[in-house]
């Protein structure tokens, strides 16, 4: 029996099993708490007279205060240890119980078993950063290292975001989009904000480690200059009035603040000498991107790592785990469910049926947001879906959640 004969025969089987009522226990993405670091925090108090006194707080003491839904710490399901940066021939990963046809940015878990025709291949990057490139080889276990806190959630400006998701949001105050909890390496950042009908200009104010500085525009962006200059390592707060009356100070407090951070001069080197190595690989640009992209969000320069996922979405690669990986960085890591609203629904539209893992997450997540959004019945709708996917990976923490949301 050749390759692709035993191959369909084991799809077939293991569709049948989850089509009976099959209780597979695969593995999927976590998330995880990590303590919050010091950080400026920026609370909305009411009237103006009063924001500017309270902009910079120590945030550790108001953490278990704010109202957030609390993370989920699921045991049954190992942290993922690797991603497919490029396939070539006919590659299929068999994942306890059923085989998946991975795609670009597919993440691979401990466990996993890869099945790589005659003739194929497929690099993989794993979690710690190192690349393993495999060739024709069956049934060969996922070697990558196990991935661990410290991977997921490495240390720096702001640890590990936040697992939860607001209880409210408010779409009407020009609340920022960029930067905003991350790291940066530019000392002349875009800054960006939510727009305001109604408004005709904004006070835009940077402050932070040796600067406090001010201008006026009519547009919903601006390219600060350089000048005064941002500080290697000096932490910085983004500020926009519009002239309508709303802040961004209105936007409820976060852990882990709004603040953002230009990294040292040692480590931003560090960064583009391993830049410079993957853009030397003989690999296509896809696979380069992805990589850079894993880079930059190990050094918690989350906008970066979305504007380059982004690009190859503008360059029309169409990646179920490319959006995917958009919309939680979005989320979870800057706290902006409406812009992660859109890539978690394409990631659905996208999802191969065997890959239940990848569409799960995005049902789940999106129920998170319409409920911060407060849309309760859409809300319903994604939690309900996200139960069944649950239920057929037998992933019993995820089911306890959703049926407390659903019963709430």
Known sequence: MNWAIATSISFLLSSLLLLFGGNSSGVGAVYRDEPVNRTNWVDSVGGGSNKQSVRHQNNDQLVTTYPILSALRPTSQPLANGQILQITGDVQIQRTGRRIEPKIGTDIYPGDQLFIAQESQIIMQCADLSIQTISSANNLRNRCPAASEQTECSPGTYKCPHRGDV???????????????TAILTD???????????????????EGDGIEWTTQVSDTQILYPGEPPLQPDGDYLLIIEADTGESSLDESPLPGGLNFSRLDTQQTQQIRTQASQISQQPWNQTAKALAL?????????????????????ADGVE???IYRKIGDRYFYHLALPLQAKPYYKKAIELSHTTDIEEKTHAQYHLGRIETALGNPNQ????????????QTLGYTQQIQEIEHQLNR
């Open 379 to 390: 809300a319903q709708h994604w939690f309900t879906l996200a139960l069944k996917g649950y």
């Open 188 to 206: 002349k950042p875009l800054l960006r904000w939510n727009g305001i009908p109604e408004a005709q200009y904004y006070t835009v104010t940077l």
């Open 167 to 181: 209880t409210s949001w408010n779409n009407n105050i020009p609340y920022i989009i960029s930067p905003r909890r």
């Open 293 to 313: 992209a894993t880079l930059y969000s190990k050094h918690q320069l989350h906008t970066q790592a979305i504007a380059t996922l982004e690009s190859l979405i």
């Open 319 to 321: 990646s179920a785990a």
